[in-house]
């Protein structure tokens, strides 16, 4: 009975966390075409409740009842896994985003790794989805996203190294806690840069959404997807955008953390924060993709292996280099 | 303990059962997703006994990134069709003596192993007293990995610094008369030398590109 109970307390904690994070989605696709109507002077979603608040509930409702076509010479088993590898992969990830000092659904030690495991698996929705679909458009998306996220990963972990080697733990809330004095974005800026635009080529976003790109590939992996299995993928791919920017709020931008550290500010719910950050971010995220031109396929690869790899091991030296001599490595 | 006993024997049956399928399954891409399977049920056994960096290390190298490389190559070489030629013809018996050779040394080597391996009824305890040490994991593998088997722990880097560059010298091939991007010839070019004012005669024309 006392076993239940806790696990009574868990579901509840999780569903406390889930359902605000796919709510915050639903707003956030509201946000990303609002702003990149804003952008390109236009009205964007307005017409649905107060000021178009209500668009993503209308285009939910729109997908759940359409019909899910699968395809007759799909591979039918993993064309249905597809979308929920994408969903879930993007929803465990939160369970260990730290809200607070205490509040975070499972602080573990190895926080940071989890999170970066985690959005490297991500990759499998979409292979599965292409290749499963059987056809050459999806296809062909799927094999430029396996290795767009994985050249764009291998960056993504040296700069997380370069803020490890700051702070001398891979859990997420110290990682925040040893920005107490100065965040991170201000010693590594150059990291957060780079990690800014790793973080969009990751999640496929506009100017690196070459596994979808319309002009050549009709819709990438997601083409033979349609009804609710289209909007699964879609909303996982949003909430990977929003994982995205919360991991560089952790590691760059100081987390929950008030931005200063005097009495009003001080009272606000480090939740507060956090999201405000992490909106900060999916901002640019935004405005990104209304300003800047889609790359080339080769491009892509270069400004990965050749630009940003380099870079950012040369960091890491540095960083490694800095912290030694001045003698400020963490020692624990 | 019961939660932890129904947890280990979900994951290893998992685990088993998604290595035997591996290689059973007669579609390669199906194998490539048991043997991912497989591997993430594995990095779970690992994170239950305490090696916590361990797991999250297999899940990033062997899930993330090396199984990746594995379906795209599987899905790439359209296997299905090569296994009806390579079955149809008398090449598969030909390998036959290899294989068996590999085989028998693997299967007298895990002999050896299980072997020399003694069950201790008492390592559950030495387990509890490793978790109970403020001392994570991490910090743990780190002291012993850079400080008892540096060298080693180097050597190891630098044979697989070697199988990088190997790779990389045996595929790459200089090929003439391709076109590369160079993008700091593109950034620095000026407008004297891009662009000319030609006086142009007419009926004769002007010749570019000579």
């Not at chain 1, 992996?221 to 349609?226: G, I, K, P």
């Not at chain 2, 991490?138 to 050597?155: A, K, M, P, R, W």
Request: some cysteine; overall charge neutral.
């Amino acid at each position: 009975m006392e076993y239940l109970s806790i696990v009574f307390q868990e579901v509840y904690k999780i569903l406390f966390l889930l359902v605000p994070v796919l709510v915050s989605v639903a707003m956030i696709v509201w946000l990303d075409r609002r702003v990149w109507a804003f952008v390109q002077k236009r009205q964007g979603p307005n017409v649905v409740g107060p000021f178009g608040l209500l668009q993503s509930l209308a285009d939910a409702l729109k997908y759940i009842f359409k019909e899910i076509i699968i395809p007759s010479s799909s591979n039918k088993i993993i064309f249905i896994l597809a979308p929920i590898v994408t969903m879930t992969l993007a929803l465990i990830a939160w369970a260990v985003i730290p809200f607070s000092a205490t509040q975070v659904l499972a602080d573990i030690n190895v926080g940071i790794l989890y999170l970066f495991a985690v959005s490297s698996l991500g990759v499998y929705g979409i292979i599965m989805g292409g290749w499963a679909s059987n056809s050459k458009y999806p296809f062909l998306g799927a094999i430029r996203s396996a290795a767009q996220m994985v050249s764009y990963e291998v960056s993504i972990g040296v700069i997380i190294i370069n803020v490890l080697l700051c702070v001398g733990s891979l859990n997420l809330n110290d990682i925040v806690i040893a920005q107490q004095n100065m965040w991170f974005v201000i010693p590594l800026f150059p990291m957060f840069v780079i990690f800014f635009i790793s973080a969009l080529a990751e999640t496929n976003r506009p100017p690196f959404d070459l596994p979808e790109a319309e002009a050549e590939l009709v819709a990438g992996y997601q083409t033979e997807y349609s009804g609710m299995m289209y909007a699964m993928f879609w909303l996982g791919e949003y909430a990977n955008i929003l994982l995205m920017c919360a991991m560089g709020t952790i590691l760059f931008l100081g987390g929950w953390m008030s931005p200063i550290d005097v009495y009003p500010f001080t009272l606000v719910p480090g939740a507060i924060w956090l999201i405000l950050k992490i909106l900060f971010l999916f901002i640019l995220f935004a405005l990104v993709k209304a300003i800047v031109p889609r790359y080339r396929y080769d491009q892509l690869m270069r400004l990965g292996w050749k630009v940003f790899l380099p870079l950012s091991l040369i960091w890491v030296v540095l960083t490694a280099s800095y912290l030694f001599y001045f003698n400020l490595l963490p020692v624990n | 303990m019961i939660a932890h006993a129904i947890f280990f024997y979900t994951f290893s049956i998992i685990a088993v059962v998604s290595a035997i399928m591996v290689t059973a399954s007669k579609n390669t891409v199906h194998s490539v997703f048991f043997l991912i399977l497989d591997f993430i049920s594995i990095s779970c056994l690992f994170i239950m006994i305490g090696a916590e960096f361990l797991g999250m290390i297999m899940l990033i190298v062997y899930v993330g990134a090396v199984a990746v490389l594995f379906l795209f190559v599987v899905m790439m070489l359209n296997v299905a069709q090569q296994k009806n030629q390579w079955f149809a013809g008398q090449q598969s018996s030909r390998h036959i003596p290899v294989g068996l050779i590999i085989s028998t040394l693997i299967f007298f080597e895990i002999i050896i192993v299980i072997g020399g391996w003694k069950y201790k009824p008492e390592i559950f305890d030495i387990n509890n007293s490793i978790s109970q040490t403020s001392i994570s994991n991490t910090h743990s593998l780190g002291q012993i990995l850079y400080t008892d088997y540096i060298h080693v722990f180097q050597i190891s880097g630098m044979v697989l610094l070697v199988a990088m560059v190997g790779a990389i010298v045996l595929t790459f091939r200089q090929r003439s008369g391709v076109k590369r991007q160079s993008y700091i010839k593109q950034i620095s070019r000026e407008r004297a030398e891009g662009v000319e004012v030609l006086e142009v005669q007419s009926n004769k024309g002007v010749k570019i590109d000579d």
